[in-house]
């Protein structure tokens, strides 16, 4: 399979490939073994990795992409848009002196078998410093953080690799590196061998990085009733998802989303019944959900690791709920909670000091339809419900003056702690003052950012930052922006991570922290 190289002294990653054509790893900073080019597999000499070499294998991880001679480009390798040194919100901050810098070469390209090349391409495209307005439309493969299942041939792919994984450093050294790298690249490794595939394809990979606490957050958007995005904010990745399944009536109903562990849930509705489509990074392919113990729409929800809580909305009979439901993602269950203590729909739900908060809505029905300004707060130890009056951050403008339903729920955020809103009428970012109980405006929304009474625009918490995600109004597609701001870098200074041409109307977003 690989010509003259010894496959046992390391496996790859493929996201910093040498010119050399060299297999490496390192520990503590050392390289343990250097092999001969003419000479197979014979040891040589110890060595002790020079800055020097450092610096070369950086520049080196920019070399000509493999597709340039017909080679199959392995996703994270190439086009990368930014510093490489963003990693992601965990690889690029964790010092790892396990794994320094691993590089490999590729004589061929039957490291992974042709026919399965689109279970592991990645859209990749440029930064927008560097993309012009026009360029927007080319990343339309499937992106999946691990390969669907299929038939390769494999590097090391013997049984003494299945608890090894990197032999000479062990399996509990292996896996803290796993953990370190970018998700995007778990594609990429998943091809290594069946070990490797199996730690990733299962996602025992990312329990253990929930349990040492590295995540990533990516955002997953709509712009199109049944196509979804993917974008990675460290990378400045685009990912383009497989399609939804087709149903007519799913596609016109009302629509909420939520990411929870691996998941990505939409829900809907059918002709009789709710229905929930739940896509998996593990398959990177969209299935059928489980059904709440209450199917409801237009509730308030938020997500903390494996678990996510819905709350309020209304039935298929449009009646306006006050109980909740607690989701866990690793059964596929759901466990039904107490009741709050009004009923709401078109509300908003957060994960603040592990408490979980719902925020405004419409309580009534009817004539007597109106807007609550006080917001609950469900405490999963007691699992009490607590009332906290004045916790929405209110109408402004000419939003005040409208009907109910006629504006979006509150648009919430939550950053280390605090939590955010986005004021859409007065293009202002708000922070509520716990101790007061109010809220203080602290600066401007990017001005390009514009909505229809707050629907079709995006603000999310996305690990440390606020994320914006919106466009101008224009006739026809028109572009989406994705703007962002670390709240901790006053005041609101907001940066353009990425602009595509997608339409500028945000149907449905969703933050995915694993």
């Known amino acids: 399979m690989l010509e ?3 496959c046992k002294s390391c496996l790859v990653f493929a996201s910093s490939c040498q ?14 073994r250097e092999f001969s ?29 493999p597709q340039d001679s017909g080679d199959f480009l392995l996703p994270g390798s190439h086009g990368q848009s930014g510093d490489d040194s963003k990693r992601s919100d965990s690889s690029s901050d964790t010092d790892s002196s396990l794994i320094h810098h691993c590089s490999i070469g590729l004589d061929k390209p039957d490291l992974v078998n042709q026919s399965d ?24 493969s499937s992106f999946s953080d691990s390969p669907r299942d299929g038939h390769r041939s494999h590097a090391g792919d013997s049984s003494s690799d299945l608890d090894a994984l990197i032999q000479p450093i062990g399996r509990d050294n292996s896996i803290s590196c796993l953990i370190r790298c970018s998700r995007s690249d778990y594609g990429s490794i998943a091809s290594l061998n069946r070990s490797f595939r199996s730690l990733i394809r299962s996602g025992e990979i990312y329990k253990l990085r929930r349990q040492n606490g590295v995540v990533e957050h990516w955002v997953y958007f709509s712009c199109h009733l049944l196509q979804w995005e993917a974008f990675d904010p460290i990378r400045h990745r685009w990912m383009h998802l497989p399609r939804m399944p087709p149903n007519e009536c799913f596609i016109f109903s009302d629509k909420e989303s939520l990411a929870v562990g691996t998941e990505l849930l939409v829900f809907g509705k059918e002709v009789t019944s709710q229905v929930i489509y739940r896509y998996s990074i ?43 439901e607690m989701y866990n993602s690793e059964t596929q269950k759901w466990e039904t909670l107490p009741s709050m203590n009004k009923p709401r729909k078109m509300c908003s739900g957060v994960f603040m000091d592990k408490k979980f908060y719902v925020i405004g809505g419409i309580g009534g029905a009817g004539k007597d339809a109106r807007v609550l300004t ?14 906290i009056p004045n916790m929405s951050p209110g109408r402004s403008g000419a939003a005040a003056e409208m009907p109910a339903a006629a504006v979006a729920p509150p648009l919430v955020a939550v950053v280390n702690n605090e939590l955010y809103a986005a004021d859409h009428a007065g293009m202002e970012v708000k922070k509520y003052d716990k101790e007061g109980n109010s809220w203080l405006t602290i600066g401007r929304l990017p001005e390009r950012a514009v909505s229809m009474n707050g629907w079709g625009l ?39 991570l990425a602009r ?4 500028n109307f945000v149907y449905n977003c969703a933050v995915m922290g694993c």
């Open 458 to 496: 995006a603000f999310r918490a996305c690990g440390d930052r606020l994320i914006v995600i919106g466009g101008p109004r224009a006739l026809g597609e028109g572009f989406i922006e994705i703007n962002s701001w670390v709240p901790s870098e006053r005041p609101p200074q907001w940066n353009l």
């Open 19 to 32: 010119e050399e054509r060299k297999w490496a790893y390192m520990y503590n900073g050392k390289r343990p």
């Open 282 to 324: 593990l398959t990177n392919s969209w299935t059928t959900g489980t059904s709440m113990n209450a199917p409801r729409c237009l509730f308030g929800s938020a997500s903390l690791g494996e678990i996510a809580i819905l709350a309020g909305g209304c039935d298929s009979q449009g009646n306006i709920l006050s109980s909740a």
């Open 117 to 140: 090349s689109d279970s592991l391409s990645d859209s990749v495209e440029e930064s927008p410093e560097e993309q012009s307005e026009d360029d927007g439309e080319n990343d339309d």
């Open 374 to 387: 006080c917001g609950e707060e469900y405490d999963l130890e007691t699992k009490k419900w607590t009332e």
């Open 4 to 6: 003259n190289r010894c």
């Open 500 to 503: 595509k041409q997608l339409g």
């Open 37 to 65: 080019e003419s000479d197979g597999c014979q040891e040589t000499k110890l060595s002790k990795l020079s800055s020097d070499d450092s610096s070369s294998d950086d520049n080196n991880s920019n070399a000509s992409s």
